[in-house]
């Protein structure tokens, strides 16, 4: 059964690199910075604000992924102005930010010394796949407790896809497209609904003299759950495929990330990966009482992976 979603991982891959591409996007004024950073009240929530703006316009326009130069500056400008007001601000412990986190948007840029990433010139094709992700693809950071306390001990990534019904669901954004060809239905033989692909981190968490706090991640397991309405398929989701990372983290499965700014509803993280600068915008809805169970899809689950390195001692995901 597991080769049936072997299309399903290729169409990850695709979104994943289609929407690194830039798009034609129209200019929108931005909100007036001196407007905004004239008063002394309250400087770091005028800073959010117009932070959120940027990140929310520049998404709508580029995608999660921004990779246009104009765009990427214009969004680190942004960032690196509420990083500054907020220095003086009570640090918030790690574990203000246990719970479920949005990508709201990314940049990856070289570092000073090294040259640009070429990109490949704007056309519609590539604005209609990155409207698509918007719509389509979701990116989940899950900061979890597996111990019943305050201490951060585990970090999934939850990678979730909705598959579109048609071709012109995806290429929305190219002119005059027949309608012939808009309506025509993407193959879907097994009816997917819904499918998610969780990467499992051990987690720790210490302090930094560059930030607010430094996490270290382990990646120790991934999983593949998927929902459905054919016969073959739990119209719930269910887990079809996870495997145990014994061995990778010893060469590819660590990673590390800075946290510079945390409140209640938005979070920046910075991590380098060799000569590229990374920065994410990480949002989510304000805080409920975690490990209570509820009707929002994105809950504190049981275990995931238990210790062992065979397929059998997966535990069901709960995703």
Request: aromatic share 6%.
């Amino acid at each position: 059964m597991r080769f049936y979603f072997a299309p399903l991982l290729i169409a990850y891959a695709t979104l994943a690199v289609s929407a690194f591409q830039p798009l034609t996007t129209t200019t929108k004024t931005p909100l007036a910075r001196t407007s905004l950073f004239s008063s002394s009240v309250d400087l770091t929530v005028s800073a959010k604000t117009y932070l959120l703006d940027v990140a929310e316009r520049l998404k709508s326009q580029n995608g999660v992924f921004i990779v246009d130069p104009k765009a990427q500056d214009e969004l680190q400008k942004a960032v690196q102005e509420l990083e500054q007001q907020s220095q003086t601000m009570k640090s918030p412990g790690p574990e203000a930010y246990l719970g479920d986190w949005t990508l709201l948007c990314t940049v990856a840029t070289p570092k000073s010394n090294f040259p640009p990433i070429p990109i490949l010139p704007n056309n519609p094709i590539r604005e209609s796949i990155a409207q698509a992700s918007n719509q389509y693809v979701k990116v989940v950071q899950r900061i979890r407790s597996d111990n019943n306390s305050q201490t951060v001990n585990r970090v999934d990534h939850v990678i979730e896809y909705q598959p579109p019904d048609q071709i012109g669901n995806v290429l929305s954004a190219i002119p005059n497209l027949p309608e012939a060809i808009a309506k025509l239905k993407l193959p879907n033989p097994l009816q997917v609904s819904k499918s998610k692909v969780v990467l499992c981190h051990q987690a720790q968490v210490s302090p930094s003299d560059s930030s607010l706090f430094t996490t270290k991640l382990t990646l120790t397991s991934v999983v593949l759950n998927v929902a459905g309405t054919s016969a073959m398929l739990d119209p719930q989701g269910a887990d079809v495929w996870g495997v145990n990372l014994p061995g990778v983290q010893d060469v590819l499965g660590r990673d590390t990330f800075e946290t510079t700014y945390l409140d209640d509803t938005l979070r920046i993280s910075r991590t380098q990966a060799g000569f590229i600068d990374q920065l994410r915008l990480f949002v989510r809805d304000p805080p409920t009482v975690f490990g209570e169970k509820e009707d929002d899809e994105y809950v504190v689950v049981s275990e995931l992976v238990d210790e062992g390195d065979a397929d059998e001692d997966l535990a069901p995901s709960d995703y």
